[in-house]
């Protein structure tokens, strides 16, 4: 036996080496639904740090719908979609995300990550090319680095660079992905012109609109009907489900081909469990939710617009971002971490965003928003940021 040179000594190496750099991570005990209330590690804390944007997660119609799927499906769903496990809720649920999307058909994914992974190596592969903005979701990235097809990051939303790539590719299928909303900037992607774009050079456009759904646009319908695109401009769109939506899961939206080949050949569709019925069901009602209580997206707004406002006479520095997600960038991770235990001392819960999650030296304060919050509370917080980065400045 040599000690040195087992598993949990070469292990140890890393984590020691993250915990030096102020990048390790741990997690916290939430005992509590996830509201702008909650008990995390036995305290109480405001927490602006949810994706529960429209805070349907704890709604009650949506949590009797979960119960009442639950009474009559059980709780597993007891197989994959393609054996025995695509039951009829999932089914309603998809022709729902259809209608409201204004797209042919829609197809659920067990989670966003899995969907994107599946959906782009159903699409891409060898011998084609992907161009990504290199803020796009690490599933995004994932998903193009395992398709085989060649992989090029562009600068953040600058279709120049991405134009430039463009026009030195040979490959025949090019596929063009971005976030809707990027999830730790909060700006959008210049889809309009990316669809342009896209169609000059006979590309085809997928857009992850993980962060935009049930924020952006008159009905909660996200980039998509914010920028007005058909499904032709945007012929792959995704969404999730675990974010303004309240519940878990994912889906993509497109044209009944579309929809085929991933049913047919993207892998992380076909080898796993369906989402439980009940989830579906649950999201049924937070769709119509989603749609109909607009007053959730208005509320938001004023928030949103209240936080910047207030933020700006602190002397605070934005991002470009009229989204829920309004990061404040503190640069150095030890220093982002002090802020964000100073925030908790005070009652205010945000996660301190560290590399590899953004890029180095950016690290972050990822402050969001809900539409349960009051505010009262957006006023708390910016009380806390005034006296602690007030005073951070002066150090
Ligand atoms: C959260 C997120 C995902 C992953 O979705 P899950 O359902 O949580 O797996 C994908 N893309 C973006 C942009 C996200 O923010």
């Excluded at 857009?207 to 058909?230: M, P, Q, R």
Aim: charged fraction near 20%.
């Amino acid at each position: 036996m040599k000690p040195e040179s087992s598993l949990d000594n070469i292990l140890s190496f890393a984590l020691t080496e993250r915990r030096a750099t102020k990048l390790y991570r741990s997690r916290r005990i939430l005992e509590s639904p996830q509201t702008p209330n909650v008990v995390v590690d036995g305290k109480s804390y405001v927490a602006f740090c949810s994706n529960d944007y429209l805070g349907l997660a704890n709604h009650p119609q949506v949590i009797s719908a979960f119960q009442q799927a639950a009474n009559k499906f059980g709780v597993g769903s007891g197989a994959s979609h393609l054996v025995a496990g695509h039951s009829s809720e999932h089914h309603a649920l998809e022709e729902e995300l259809a209608a409201f999307t204004g797209r042919d058909r829609a197809l659920l994914f067990s989670t966003g990550y899995m969907a994107n992974m599946g959906a782009i190596t159903a699409l891409v592969g060898q011998g084609d090319a992907i161009f990504e903005d290199r803020l796009n979701h690490a599933s995004l990235l994932d998903g193009g680095l395992l398709s085989g097809a060649r992989f090029q990051r562009f600068l953040h939303n600058d279709l120049a660079n991405l134009q430039t790539r463009l026009d030195k590719t040979e490959a025949e299928r090019k596929l063009i992905v971005v976030d809707g909303v990027f999830s730790m900037d909060g700006d959008c992607a210049s889809v309009s012109e990316l669809a342009a774009l896209a169609q000059k050079n006979n590309a085809w456009l997928m857009v992850d609109d993980a962060h935009g759904f049930g924020c952006l646009g008159k009905n909660g319908g996200g980039s998509a009907e914010y920028f007005g695109l058909t499904q032709n401009e945007l012929p792959i769109l995704m969404g999730t489900l675990g974010k303004a939506f309240g519940t878990f899961g994912a889906f993509i939206a497109g044209s009944e081909t579309l929809i085929e080949t991933l049913i047919q050949f993207s892998r992380s569709y076909i080898y796993t469990t369906a989402m439980p019925p009940a989830v579906a069901a649950a999201t049924r009602v937070s769709l119509r939710l989603l749609q109909t209580e607009s007053w959730r997206r208005e509320h938001l707004q004023t928030l949103i617009a209240h936080f910047r406002t207030g933020a700006q006479q602190l002397g605070l520095q934005l991002m470009d971002s009229f989204s829920p997600i309004q990061p404040i960038i503190i640069g150095d991770e030890s220093r982002t971490l002090a802020i964000a235990e100073k925030l908790a001392e005070r009652g205010i819960l945000i996660i301190a965003i560290r590399p590899p999650t953004v890029a180095p030296g950016t690290s972050r304060l990822r402050i969001t928003f809900s539409a349960e919050h009051k505010l009262a509370q957006v006023d708390h917080l910016l009380n806390a940021l005034g006296d602690i980065l007030g005073n951070a400045a002066h150090e």
